[in-house]
């Protein structure tokens, strides 16, 4: 099984996987922690590159760079732990990609959705989780963080980002579940439990 996390900064992500992953590990489940881009020495050196302040990168290099970073962990880390059995939770996936270079960057949706499965090898996850939050939320939740070259965006950019996110979960609404994670971390995690158990009613939790 394939889930995967999407949000905009400060939306819980990290927290809920890992919240996640021990109630799965509980049940004996294996279970493979990823995290976009990154998780691989290749991946993490883009992931470098794209977060870095030194670089001027437009919108299409970031898009070939987002995506072969996930070509390279998808061939190395998901498709292998998926064909072993394990469960794959993955912090951002090709979700995200769309939602800030297609809505946020005003890339070409349908050119940026063809990258995206290039370099997926057309795996899409079982089920993903867009944990919404506001902007001035976010912005209040990661005023004590450094922020990197994206996280300089801007309010109306992640603001774009976001209803990109709320978009695709229009068009694909048994996939992407909207959880607002506005609320406490007890509340969203109980969110995604139960989203867990009515999708997947054979999967122990």
Same mark, same amino acid.
């Given at each position: 099984?394939?889930? *995967?996390? =999407?949000? @905009?900064?400060?939306?819980? $992500?990290? +927290? #809920?996987?890992?919240? @996640?992953?021990?109630?799965? #590990?509980?049940?004996?489940?294996?279970? /493979?922690?990823?995290?976009?881009?990154?998780?691989?020495?290749?991946? =993490? /050196?883009?992931? =470098? @590159?794209?977060?870095?302040? %030194?670089?001027?990168?437009?919108?299409?290099?970031?898009?070939?760079?987002?995506? &072969?970073?996930?070509?390279?962990?998808?061939?190395?880390?998901? &498709?292998? &732990?998926?064909? $072993?059995?394990?469960?794959?939770?993955?912090?951002?996936?090709?979700? !995200?990609? +769309?939602?800030? #270079?297609?809505?946020?960057?005003?890339?070409?949706?349908?050119?940026? +959705? $063809?990258?995206?499965?290039?370099?997926?090898?057309?795996? $899409?996850?079982?089920?993903?989780?867009?944990?919404?939050? !506001?902007?001035? *939320?976010?912005?209040?939740?990661?005023?004590?963080?450094?922020?990197?070259?994206? =996280?300089?965006?801007?309010?109306?950019?992640?603001?774009?980002?976001? %209803?990109?996110?709320?978009?695709? &979960?229009? %068009?694909?609404?048994?996939?992407?579940?909207?959880?607002? !994670?506005?609320?406490?971390?007890?509340?969203?995690?109980?969110?995604?439990?139960?989203?867990?158990? %009515?999708?997947?009613?054979?999967?122990?939790?």
């Amino acid at each position: 099984m394939f889930i *995967t996390f =999407e949000g @905009i900064d400060g939306s819980g $992500k990290s +927290t #809920q996987i890992r919240l @996640i992953t021990e109630v799965l #590990q509980k049940h004996g489940y294996s279970v /493979k922690v990823l995290r976009e881009p990154g998780s691989t020495e290749f991946s =993490e /050196k883009i992931r =470098e @590159i794209l977060l870095s302040k %030194q670089f001027d990168i437009d919108a299409t290099t970031e898009l070939l760079l987002f995506n &072969a970073a996930r070509s390279h962990l998808v061939k190395h880390e998901i &498709a292998p &732990a998926l064909d $072993k059995g394990s469960i794959v939770l993955c912090d951002r996936f090709f979700d !995200s990609t +769309t939602a800030y #270079q297609g809505y946020g960057r005003k890339l070409n949706i349908d050119d940026v +959705t $063809k990258v995206n499965h290039i370099a997926s090898g057309g795996l $899409k996850p079982d089920i993903t989780f867009f944990l919404d939050i !506001s902007i001035p *939320t976010s912005t209040k939740r990661t005023e004590d963080m450094e922020s990197d070259r994206i =996280e300089e965006s801007g309010d109306t950019f992640f603001e774009k980002v976001r %209803q990109g996110f709320l978009e695709i &979960a229009r %068009q694909e609404p048994e996939r992407l579940i909207v959880i607002s !994670s506005e609320s406490s971390i007890d509340e969203t995690h109980s969110k995604i439990i139960h989203v867990l158990k %009515q999708k997947f009613p054979n999967l122990k939790l």
